[in-house]
């Protein structure tokens, strides 16, 4: 847009034109350029005709008359030419143009009039040749007026008819009437100039009033625009050919931080941070694309903020756009994508990113996979911390406990929490067994030493399973299974330690998850059978109960003891319906049998957890209708550890059916003697860890008389487990323990093999035999005698 179009356009606002009309202004402004520029070009043939003419008529007419002709008509061109120099039409007034307009048609009309005369005089004179150049100049002349007044439709109707007349009359005075045809061609170019004169002016003027609608359509545009972009949160941007930004808007500046006239002229692309946002940008600015929503990002007073651009681009090659600022949005974005792939507690990698990176190492993702080492790690026992300490410590140990594995490892491998207190440690690497395992000690030291928070001091001990995969030789569920299988491992063997997966492990599992599978059909199928092993007194050697131990009778592998398929119910949730139809049989069984036998049952921690618990046992005894306190269920210290209150509230619940409450492996727990003051039990069994020394270990005789002294004052009954041989029956029973059960005694037996060998039946005298021990049997006839005796001696 030229100066005079942009003052134009603006004309109303700035005063520059009063009472013109717009259109009559614009028409005027283009006249003048265009005869200014028609007779800048119409120059050099004007001087070149003055020129033929005054060489052909020299010699042939008066030269003082035609010197002094071309004089005038030079003269004449240099006032054009000093006139056309005079104004600045981008900086004239409305009224400045319109005096420059008349005086430039008064001196073409002087021009005009000049040629006028010239042609009939030298047609006096004119001869042969010279006949034919003043005809071709003056048909030359005549023709100019297409070029020089094109837009001034009186000038070129005067110079038409004036020139066409002095035409004619030239040829009039060379030929007479025999110059009809000539004037005739010259009448014919007069009206096809005039014609032609009509019909420019109407396309100039139509044109003239289409550039006035284009501009308030314009105008229109551009005042929606800045109105757009005042009440948008937008902002408007062009740049030019070269990529340089222009008529920078106040706001696009604002929103920059800078003023309009600081960037007015940058690159459009340096306002941007590097990055491949940037990079994209000047593709698109470079190819002249157009794009939409592109994301950048940028500083805007030292702050990040993030920018969606879109653009087109223009004819003249300048593109113009919106951005767009997305900063909120875009940290909303982060944010979400951090929650989805980040920890919200400790910060670490969590279970989902871990899954895609351990998939993309193991060659899921890829034609081939990574050499990787996986440790899985699981806190000790941190569901008592929680308990204890409160969650909030509990979490910034969590915390502490992140922040010490990363530490350990280099800046590309990965530690992730994969839930609770589960972490993992994924790290690319070709190292042999003992380097993992050294590493895998590290993890369990850093994690072992002492935490500081608030002032006060806390430990915690993890397990670590090890597991590897050598260039993809495993996916990844597999890779994770194995490093589940060598944490599972590392548990069995306590607290504080590691395993490394091997193929015996898999085994292991293999077997496992046959057990599982045969367990659920073992009830069902009648695999289950209850077996029973005696426990005596020790003192008269009579057999004062049972106590119910569960065997599986495997189709396939015959007998199975509990200690390899409780564990598997336990974790499985099974050992609910094992342990209530224990209870059951076991139940029928003792009511089978003749006497008043006690009948021992253990519990398991789930069992008491099993708010069904109470009613299982009532139904069973109002179905058998045997005498509750012929019941003696038998618990560990775990139960009231685990469960706190709510155990020792089942208890009591049990304890008011009429049961009785014993606790089992005395001795081998961490606060065994804390429990016996929280809970009245009926009776206490002492482990079998004290009793097998205890013929030539003086700590264990020390430990067990205590237990007895200490069961004596509380009003608890003692029973020893796990006798094995006679001298340890008779110094237990010096001891002052009570009952005693073993091998030494007898096996455990079915129940249809009570009764059967001869033994006692009498339920005076104690509980039917199952085939007793021969050295027990000569224990019992002594202590029978020497109760006997004993009895003749009170007599």
């Known amino acids: 847009m030229s100066r005079y179009e942009y003052v134009t356009e603006y004309q109303g606002d700035r005063g520059r034109v009063q009472n013109a009309d717009r259109l009559q202004h614009l028409l005027l402004y283009r006249r003048l350029k265009n005869f200014s520029s028609g007779a800048t070009f119409s120059l050099l043939p004007a001087l070149v005709s003055i020129f033929i003419l005054l060489w052909t008529f020299w010699n042939n007419a008066p030269q003082l008359v035609i010197a002094i002709w071309a004089t005038l008509q030079v003269l004449q061109l240099c006032v054009f030419v000093v006139l056309d120099r005079s104004l600045d039409l981008d900086d004239a007034p409305f009224e400045g143009m319109r005096r420059q307009w008349r005086r430039i048609l008064i001196l073409q009309a002087v021009g005009t009039t000049i040629w006028f005369v010239i042609f009939p005089y030298l047609a006096l004179y004119a001869v042969g040749l010279e006949t034919a150049v003043l005809g071709i100049v003056g048909t030359a002349v005549l023709c100019g007026t297409l070029l020089v007044h094109r837009t001034a439709p009186q000038a070129s109707i005067f110079h038409t008819l004036t020139m066409s007349g002095s035409l004619a009359a030239s040829a009039f005075l060379v030929a007479s009437l025999s110059a009809w045809p000539t004037i005739l061609l010259i009448a014919s170019f007069a009206i096809a100039l005039l014609a032609a004169t009509r019909r420019q002016e109407r396309y100039f003027v139509a044109a003239g009033k289409a550039e006035i609608e284009r501009r308030e359509s314009t105008s229109v545009v551009r005042m929606l625009l800045n109105d757009y972009e005042e009440q948008s949160s937008d902002w408007l941007w062009t740049i030019g050919p070269r990529g340089n930004l222009r008529d920078v808007s106040e706001r696009l500046a604002k929103a920059l931080g800078r003023d309009s006239g600081q960037i007015e002229g940058l690159p459009f692309i340096d306002l941007f941070t590097p990055g491949e946002e940037r990079t994209a940008l000047a593709t698109r600015v470079s190819e002249r694309s ?3 929503d592109l994301l950048v990002r940028l500083r805007v007073d030292g702050e990040l903020h ?97 922040t010490r594995l990363e530490q350990e490892v280099r800046s590309e491998d990965l530690v992730a929490r994969l839930g609770g207190d589960e972490f993992a440690v994924l790290i690319e690497t070709r190292a042999g067994d003992g380097l993992l395992i050294e590493r895998a000690h590290r993890f369990l030291s850093v994690v072992r030493a002492p935490y500081e928070i608030d ?12 597991a590897r995969s050598i260039d993809g030789d495993c996916d990844a569920e597999e890779l994770m299974r194995r490093a589940d299988l060598a944490l599972y491992a590392a548990k069995e063997k306590g607290r504080d330690n590691l395993a490394l997966f091997e193929p015996s492990l898999d085994r292991i599992a293999r077997q496992r998850r046959e057990i599982e599978s045969d367990l659920r059909d073992a009830i ?41 398929f409780l564990h598997v119910a336990e974790e499985t949730g099974m050992v609910l319906q094992l342990g209530e139809w224990v209870i059951r049989q076991a139940l029928a069984d003792a009511t089978a049998m003749p006497g008043d036998f006690r009948i021992a049952i253990n519990l398991s921690p789930t069992q008491v957890k099993n708010p069904n618990l109470v009613a299982t046992v009532a139904q069973a005894i109002h179905a058998t209708n045997i005498a509750p306190e012929r019941i003696e269920l038998e618990i560990t210290e775990h139960v009231l550890m685990d469960q706190g209150d709510a155990g020792r509230n089942t208890l009591l619940r049990l304890r008011e059916l009429g049961v009785r409450i014993a606790l089992d492996d005395f001795g081998t727990g961490y606060s065994s003697l804390g429990y016996l003051r929280r809970f009245p039990f009926d009776r206490i069994k002492i482990d079998r860890g004290f009793i097998t020394d205890v013929a030539n270990d003086l700590g264990s005789q020390a430990i067990v008389s205590t237990i007895t002294r200490l069961a004596d004052a509380l009003g608890m009954d003692t029973t020893a487990e796990g006798i094995e041989e006679r001298a340890q029956m008779d110094l237990l029973r010096k001891l002052g323990v009570q009952e005693a059960q073993g091998f030494f005694i007898s096996h455990p037996v079915p129940p249809e093999e009570i009764g059967q060998h001869g033994g006692e039946c009498d339920a005076q005298k104690g509980a039917p035999d199952p085939e007793l021990g021969p050295e027990f049997v000569t224990y019992r006839k002594g202590r029978a005698a020497v109760v006997a005796r004993r009895g003749s001696d009170a007599a």
Do not use: C
């Open 306 to 402: 993030y920018w969606r651009l879109s653009a087109r681009p223009r004819e003249d090659g300048s593109m113009s756009g919106v951005a767009r600022d997305v900063t909120a949005d875009r940290l909303i974005e982060e944010r979400v994508a951090f929650m989805a792939h980040y920890d919200n507690l400790t910060g670490l990698a969590n279970r989902y990113l871990f899954n895609e990176r351990l998939r993309s190492l193991t060659g899921e993702q890829s034609s081939s996979g990574s050499s990787i080492a996986l440790f899985y790690l699981d806190l000790d026992d941190f569901k008592a911390v929680n308990d204890t300490r409160g969650h909030l410590i509990g979490d910034r140990l969590l915390r502490e406990v992140g």
């Open 524 to 564: 069902a199928g009648g695999q289950m059978r209850m077996h029973y092993q005696s426990i005596v007194d020790l003192d008269t050697g009579r057999t004062t109960g049972f106590e119910a131990l569960l065997r599986w009778y495997h189709p396939h592998r015959g007998l199975i003891l509990p200690n390899d």
């Open 290 to 292: 157009p794009f939409r």
């Open 455 to 466: 002032g006060h001091s806390y430990r915690v001990s993890t397990s670590v399973g090890v």
